[in-house]
Each structure stands twice: as structure tokens, then as C-alpha cells.
């Protein structure tokens, strides 16, 4: 079990507080927590001793559709210095758990990943978004 709980997201009094911007919010991490490049795997590459060790950020409805992910600046947070081993936001509950639902039951074995295999996780149609002076926006999906 990681140093801080639950993974990158403990509960309790001094654990990661959902954003209330996030409808339904949930903490999410990335890179995957049940991977072994996830900050939260014991003696792997990223392993940090807390989550407050990883980007904090939140998502939240936009305008017409959209959705926003942005830097956490609640609870002494100023954001993502961007060198940090990993990330964690408030997401909705629904896309926290379905977002990477099938990795262990379908990305695993397709791929033919074995133990401590690197992976890269792309996200079509927002490769331009490279930095934080970057607006990038998506579409919700029902």
C-alpha cells in the first residue's frame, strides 16, 4: 500500500478534497494507478511519498458543452510547476471510472504488456496542447 493511503488520492481530513467546480467530483490519477509508472507504485520509476507531490488540477463545465481542466489553486496548491511525476484532479465520478475501465481487461492483453512495460496513453485531437499557454477544450460525450 502506498505512504499516503489510497494511492494518490487519500481520503480523510488531510487527503485530496474534490474541487467543488467538479460536478459529482472524484479524484483521478494519472498515470494510471494501477500501473507501474504511477506515482503511487511502490519502488517504480515515479513513485512520489504523497499525492501532494503530484500536478493538482480539476475539471469543470465550460461554456456550450465544453469541459476545462485546470490548475488547482485551493488549499495552498498554485498549480502544476510541470516537472512533476504525476497528476491528480477532481473529475466527475462517471468519466473516473470510465475513462480507463478496460485497461487491465482488454489494453493489457491485446497488447501482449508484460510486468513493468512502458506504455504511452495518446489522446487524439489535442496533441497541440503542449503547455499551459495552451487553451485546449473538449466536447462532453454523453
Known amino acids: 500500500m502506498p505512504a499516503d493511503g489510497y ?8 487527503g485530496f478534497k474534490p474541487n467543488p467546480a467538479t460536478p459529482d467530483g472524484s479524484c483521478d490519477e494519472y498515470v494510471p494507478e494501477s500501473t507501474y509508472q504511477s506515482g503511487g507504485m ?7 511519498a504523497s499525492g501532494k507531490e503530484c ?8 461554456t456550450g458543452g465544453t469541459w476545462g481542466l ?5 488549499d ?6 510541470w516537472n512533476e511525476k504525476c497528476g491528480r484532479a477532481s473529475v466527475p465520478t462517471d468519466q473516473n471510472t470510465g475513462a480507463l475501465r478496460d485497461l ?9 504488456l508484460l510486468d513493468k512495460d512502458g506504455f504511452f496513453i495518446s489522446d ?3 496533441e497541440h496542447c503542449k503547455n499551459a499557454d495552451t487553451v485546449c477544450a473538449w466536447k462532453k460525450v454523453s
Open 55 to 62: 500536478a493538482q488540477l480539476y475539471t469543470k463545465p465550460l
Open 76 to 81: 495552498g496548491y498554485t498549480g502544476p510547476k
Open 124 to 126: 487524439p485531437g489535442f
Open 7 to 14: 494511492g494518490r488520492c487519500p481520503t480523510g481530513s488531510s
Open 70 to 74: 485546470l490548475a488547482e489553486n485551493r
Open 42 to 48: 511502490p519502488k517504480g520509476p515515479n513513485q512520489v
Open 104 to 112: 487491465g481487461i482488454k489494453f493489457v492483453p491485446q497488447m501482449r
